[in-house]
């Protein structure tokens, strides 16, 4: 197996929070000691030395700092680990570097100290404009945070500035989800995520809308609307669409979300992240503690049950499943290189046909259609 | 009487399910020594998996035994397994009349129950002598005392020597041995008299063919006898007589009161009938035994490849089970729905279980079969008669006089306190109670008459549900009798889907056609499109619910992270549909045809 671009993109996991939002499921805990912090940012340094020992030579033109919450750290501890990626890896010049914050953990010194580490994308998550909606979700801002959040961040010099948003969330209504994105699209972000709000097992809100019954479900059909109403919206003005859930200016696509699309390389770094390296796949243990101790150790915090052993035709599946959630699909011809199989000695056309309607075929690629897009899943199963 | 015969003794042992006869028979077995404690699997005698698992004896299970008695002799012990399950009482009648003597097993924790009860009186039909045994005497909750009482109230035989046993822990096994050599008397007849031996069972061998299980009345069987049998006039010559100890010991001949094996190259279970009498060909008994009868089947379904499954698999592997019960009957049919498949008969519910397990475990197949139904007389306006167990063979009602339904004679045991839910079911499913008697202070017995279509629908699992599982159930046969009975359909998406027809009472058709369309709502997907789901009699839609229209099926986020975990979400998304049979534009889950029958508390 071989990938086109050789070039890396590394994501750092940051697992804390001040406090976990009701519907999230991800890999984060509620810290307020900066000491932990600290002690954390220890382990991702010992981890990125380790890892580069592993992986020498590489040319990385992505990173990614994700969590959790990473603007919780304290600035200097993250330009640390900026520093210490710089010092092992071959970062190169135009390297893509994005930290996901919280707006109302920002403030202008921080945004100075990641300016001048380098990090020259910012990912912030304001999820609604509504202020009812906001504290219904759990989260810490409201929507003068955000306001104050993205101008701070223009400020300090952030020309490349996502917007996360929510939609789907009980007790939401068209009227107030249009409102949202028009108030996100006056903010003139360079990119847009979109996220149809996923009610998880386990989490409080899915308790409140299943078990408590506080809330109730929005109707599959509105959830479709207000995605659609809002591409529309994103679309007039001047955004475009390229992946299920993001648009974008043109030109300000994710470099480093497009390579889990585009079955490129990633190295990931922190608890529970997860790697694509020379065709294997695995994953860092869960366990912040064990996390800490196995670097302790110098050792890779990676348990053997967390390494996939996956087949060429899986591998062809995930090929195929991330590729068709981008706008432009897959190539054909990029994916017979890859694998080194003819595409239609694995896929019977049949499956294509049968697929009227969701999925297009022309010429080189493969990709879905707009209604193709709400009902992915099923036509990605074909495929795995 | 000749010497050999006074040291042999053939019984049966007979119980309710979960009183232990298994396990009884296992510890008989440890006791005279026949296989080694290390040997000795769980429950010898029941051989398939799926009988081990089920703890009930489909099949049963012949064995030769020597006892070494405290009076000094050795004593040859046949004990002659029976099926555990009112599905096969004839198949337990014939066991028994091979018997001398039944060891009557009753839960000591428990007391009588009403396969017990069904149990006796087969066992005193054919004149055993009975020897009651009360097991699982060692747990706390046993109250030997009392249910001796019950044993001698309700059965009626004397109960006060009866060992006090616990087969789980092999206590009192020695003494229940004895009791046997005392208590059940030697067998009869006369071996120079002509030959008279019965058929009990009987099970196909790839190298020998039919191997039948038989007990010698009278005369004498060896190697190279012509043999006939009398019901069903064949003649074959006896490759090979034997005893099972436990397996199969080549003998030189079997004589009056010993019980063994006869080969004769015989190619299917279904000519060495079960109740059948063997003679010789040359020199044969001027009467046969008495008792036999063919086997009817009760209860119908077709049975289907399922998706992806090829017919001519399924085909085989019935007719393999058929070679092996005489009591399975198949024939090809076709559906609209499912296509090619199988028109199969059974004893009654648990058989057709069974055998659908079977296919699935053995044969590694996977079938779908259709809503059971029993055999309905169809009297026409020209007074022709038909007997129709496919609701898709149901005439046209224009031509219909009338229809009847078999009903059967239900014994249902349970405690008094359960007594009113009882009724409320029977009554539900258009039972008529008979009488009901008070067989000790605590337990009732109600006799209903009942229509069969209603007992093999759910009737047991709502029996056990509302019992907490102490309820039991015997029924037979007893007749025809006229009933207002429809088809009633099931559209998909406007299109009937034959599979689901069945026939119904009149006053159940609403609510069973409600049921139904609400089930198959919770089980079928959503599609691209609504799909309706609609009950209809004739042109008369009687129920209906919706499926929506699904519009969304999409994982928001899938960075690094999610991959994997997305993979295993696709991947069963696949297997889902793998399961699913295409009606038309509908796609169906092949669980919805058993969904369907479920009994639901809730209802």
Same mark, same amino acid.
């Given at each position: 197996m071989t990938t086109t671009n050789n070039k890396l993109g590394l994501y750092l996991h940051v697992p804390f929070c001040r406090k976990k939002c009701r519907y999230c499921d991800f890999l984060s805990f509620e810290c307020n000691d900066d000491g932990l912090l600290t002690e954390y940012s220890n382990a991702l340094i010992r981890e990125i030395r380790l890892r580069y020992k592993e992986w020498p030579y590489r040319v990385v033109d992505s990173i990614f700092i994700g969590g959790?919450? $990473? =603007?919780?750290?304290p600035a200097e501890d993250m330009v640390r680990i900026i520093d210490e990626i710089r010092e092992n890896f071959l970062v190169d010049d135009d390297c893509e570097i994005t930290i996901e914050a919280n707006p109302a953990t920002l403030s202008d010194e921080k945004l100075d100290a990641y300016i001048s580490a380098g990090i020259n994308r910012i990912s912030i998550g304001v999820q609604s404009f509504d202020n009812t909606i906001l504290s219904m979700l759990g989260r810490i801002h409201d929507k003068n945070d955000a306001f104050k959040a993205i101008r701070m961040a223009k400020r300090a010099g952030f020309e490349n500035i996502n917007i996360d948003l929510m939609f789907g969330i009980p007790g939401q209504t068209m009227k107030k989800w249009r409102d949202t994105v028009r108030q996100c699209l006056f903010l003139e972000p360079e990119h847009i995520s979109l996220y149809s709000l996923q009610l998880e097992e386990g989490t409080p809100l899915y308790k409140m809308v299943?078990?408590?019954? @506080?809330l109730t479900e929005l109707p599959p059909e509105t959830d479709r609307e207000m995605y659609h109403d809002a591409l529309l919206m994103l679309q007039n003005a001047g955004y475009e669409q390229y992946e299920i859930s993001n648009a974008a200016r $043109?030109?300000? /696509? =994710?470099r480093h979300n497009l390579k889990y699309w585009s079955y490129r390389e990633y190295l990931g770094f922190g608890p529970g992240a997860s790697s694509f390296m020379g065709g294997h796949r695995f994953k860092n243990c869960d366990k912040v503690l064990e996390y800490l101790d196995f670097l302790k150790e110098g @050792?890779? $915090?990676?348990? $053997? /049950?967390?390494v996939e052993h996956y087949t060429l035709r899986d591998e062809m599946g995930i090929y195929i499943f991330t590729g068709l959630r981008k706008t432009e699909g897959f190539r054909i011809s990029e994916f017979e290189n890859t694998f080194g199989e003819d595409f239609f000695d694995v896929y019977d056309p049949e499956i294509i046909r049968n697929l009227r309607g969701l999925l297009v075929a022309e010429g080189d690629t493969i990709r879905l259609t707009e209604k193709g897009f709400d009902v992915s899943n099923k036509v990605m199963a074909a495929f795995v | 009487m000749s010497d050999y015969r006074k040291y042999i003794r053939n019984f049966s042992i007979i119980a309710h399910i979960d009183h232990g006869k298994s396990t009884l028979a296992d510890r008989i077995i440890e006791k005279t020594g026949l296989v080694s404690k290390r040997e000795m699997r769980e429950q010898f005698l029941d051989n398939m998996d799926l009988e081990r698992e089920r703890g009930i004896t489909i099949k049963l299970q012949t064995t030769r035994l020597v006892f070494n008695s405290k009076d000094g002799n050795e004593y040859i012990f046949n004990l002659i397994d029976t099926p555990g399950h009112v599905d096969f009482t004839y198949e337990v009648s014939r066991s028994l009349a091979a018997c001398e003597g039944a060891v009557l097993v009753v839960d000591a924790t428990q007391g009588v129950e009403a396969q017990t009860l069904a149990n006796v009186y087969l066992a005193m039909d054919e004149d055993l002598e009975i020897m009651p045994v009360l097991n699982k005497i060692d747990l706390p909750s046993a109250r030997p005392d009392e249910i001796r009482e019950e044993i001698e109230d309700v059965i009626g035989v004397d109960a006060s020597e009866a060992p006090l046993v616990s087969a789980k822990e092999g206590i009192g096994i020695e003494e229940l041995l004895e009791q046997i050599v005392e208590k059940i008397p030697a067998p009869g007849g006369d071996e120079n008299a002509r030959l008279k031996a019965l058929i009990f069972d009987s099970y196909y061998d790839n190298y020998k063919g039919v191997v039948i299980y038989t007990r010698i009345f009278d005369g004498t069987v060896r190697e190279g006898d012509m043999i006939r049998l009398m019901n069903t006039g064949k003649k074959y010559e006896v490759t090979e007589v034997g005893t099972y100890s436990p397996g199969p010991v080549e003998c030189e001949k079997l004589r009056a009161g010993e019980v063994g094996y006869i080969c004769a190259s015989i190619k299917q279970v279904a000519d060495a009938r079960v109740g059948d009498t063997i003679t010789l060909a040359?020199?044969?008994?001027e009467e046969a035994l008495p008792g036999y009868k063919k086997v009817q089947s009760m209860v119908f379904c077709g049975i289907y490849p399922a998706e992806g499954e090829k017919y001519e698999n399924v085909k085989d592997a019935l007719e393999k089970l058929q070679v092996n019960d005489a009591a399975f009957q198949f024939e090809p049919e076709t559906s609209t729905a499912l296509g090619y498949g199988f028109r199969c008969g059974f004893l009654g519910l648990l058989h057709m279980e069974i055998i659908v397990e079977r296919l699935e475990r053995e044969f590694d197949l996977g079938v779908i079969t259709t809503s059971p139904s029993v055999i309905y007389k169809v009297v026409k306006t020209d007074g022709t008669v038909l007997m129709v167990q496919n609701p898709s063979n149901l005439p046209d009602p224009m031509e219909i006089d009338h229809i009847e339904e078999p009903m059967v004679k239900a014994d249902i045991m349970v405690p008094k306190e359960y007594v009113g839910s009882i009724m409320e079911i029977c009554q539900d499913r258009r039972g008529k109670m008979l009488h009901m008697e008070y067989i000790t202070k605590t337990r009732v017995n109600l006799h209903y008459d009942m229509p069969l279509n209603e007992v093999i629908y759910d009737f047991f699992d709502a029996l056990k549900s509302k019992t907490r599982g102490y309820g039991s159930l015997d029924y037979e046969f007893s007749r025809y009798e006229p009933s207002k009975v429809v088809k009633l359909d099931i559209l998909l998406n406007k299109d009937m889907v034959d599979a689901f027809s069945m026939i119904v009472h009149e006053s159940k058709a609403y609510a069973r056609g409600r049921f139904v369309c609400e089930k198959l709502k919770e089980i079928i997907p959503m599609h691209q499109f609504e799909v309706p789901i609609q009950a209809s009699i004739g042109q008369k839609i009687i129920a209906r619910e919706t499926v929506r229209a699904y519009r969304k099926d999409v994982i928001a986020k899938c960075y690094g992270g999610d991959i994997s975990r997305k993979k295993k979400l696709l991947e069963k998304q696949k297997e889902g549909k793998k399961r699913m049979r295409q009606f038309g534009t509908v796609e169906v889950p092949q669980e919805a045809f058993t969904a369907v029958l479920k009994y639901d508390d809730n209802k």
């Open positions: 959790g919450t $990473p =603007s919780i750290m299943h078990t408590q019954k @506080l $043109p030109g300000y /696509e =994710s @050792l890779p $915090p990676v348990k $053997p /049950e967390d | 040359d020199n044969p008994t």
